[in-house]
């Protein structure tokens, strides 16, 4: 099976700009979660999406947005981009009846 | 408030020796979930091993063995006969009852090199 996938590998937005970041999950998988990592906070949960249906959502600002479409397929937005926002953007999915999420090969955001 | 705690920022290790990466974690849930991944510097984080709560045995996965002590609270990775490609940083996690199997708290993580 192919792993998780993730498009763009690298991005480099400017501030105040929006970016959309992609991820294909694991065939089968219904449960696709996203994370930010960062050297100063390190990972950090941001919002988990199953079924089409937001389940859980990180202590991260509104600016920060997220979709799952019928495929599972998920999509995050990230609007009025901040310095802080330049991150590895990390998405897992994970299979309905286990826990185990298996991540993708992230996204380098770089806001300048 | 729940956390992990990892208190080994870096460590090295001799090729084809064992080491153990300590994690600590902090929840008031009785079922849990404890995992342990390898972030090598490309990025991409790698499940290596899982520890349910009410799992009595500790679990194993080929080289990666977890050293679960419920009632310390404590979770440690025990990598055997270390490799050149065991260099990485290493992260525990934990899900709580309370939260969606799909969210993970992390750890600072371990930065991990294997020296030949």
């Known amino acids: 099976k192919a792993g998780v996938t993730q498009t763009p590998r690298y991005l480099i937005k400017t501030r105040g700009q929006q970016v959309t970041l992609s991820c294909s999950p694991i065939?089968?998988?219904?449960?696709v979660s996203w994370y930010q990592q960062t050297p100063g906070q390190g990972l950090q949960f941001l919002f988990e999406?199953?079924?089409?249906?937001?389940?859980n959502k990180g202590n991260f600002p509104g600016r920060f947005s997220g979709r799952q479409f019928s495929n599972s397929r998920s999509e995050m937005n990230v609007s009025t981009l901040e310095l802080g926002d330049s991150a590895l953007y990390l998405c897992?999915?994970?299979?309905?009846?286990?826990?185990?999420?298996?991540f993708g090969p992230g996204t380098r955001l770089l806001v300048l | 408030a729940q956390k992990i705690t990892q208190t080994q920022p870096g460590m090295f290790v001799q090729e084809k020796e064992a080491v153990t990466l300590d994690c600590t974690y902090d929840?008031?849930?009785?079922?849990?979930?404890l995992f342990w991944y390898k972030q090598p510097s490309s990025g991409e984080m790698i499940f290596l091993i899982y520890q349910g709560s009410y799992d009595e045995q500790n679990a194993t996965e080929g080289r990666y063995s977890l050293n679960f002590q419920k009632a310390r609270k404590s979770a440690n990775l025990v990598i055997s006969a270390s490799q050149l490609g065991d260099s990485a940083m290493y992260f525990c996690?934990?899900?709580?009852?309370?939260?969606?199997?799909?969210?993970?708290?992390f750890g600072a993580g371990t930065q991990v090199v294997v020296t030949p």
């Open positions: 999406y199953f079924s089409e249906t937001q389940r």
């Open positions: 065939s089968g998988h219904r449960s």
């Open positions: 929840t008031s849930d009785q079922s849990y979930g």
């Open positions: 996690a934990m899900r709580q009852t309370t939260d969606s199997w799909g969210k993970l708290q």
């Open positions: 897992a999915s994970r299979p309905t009846s286990l826990e185990t999420q298996y």
